[in-house]
């Protein structure tokens, strides 16, 4: 449990040095969430699958899969 306060503690120490005001930052963060999000959506699936009983394209985590 103190790994995980230990963290946050962290993460707002680093939201409080202003980094995350600056747009590149926050594309390049935003880049490596979709990267992630596509790498591992295979992942995804299989744990919705897992705890929701969801087929896949119910619980599409793509935005081109919407529509």
Known sequence: ???IADAVQA???FFRTGSTLDIDFRITQL???RDALLRYENR???AF???LK???WR???RKSDWY
Do not use: W
């Open 1 to 3: 449990m103190q790994a």
């Open 11 to 13: 993460q707002r120490a």
């Open 31 to 33: 880049k490596t969430l």
């Open 44 to 46: 995804f699936y299989e």
């Open 49 to 51: 699958r897992a705890d």
């Open 54 to 56: 969801n087929r896949p």
């Open 59 to 61: 619980s599409s985590a």
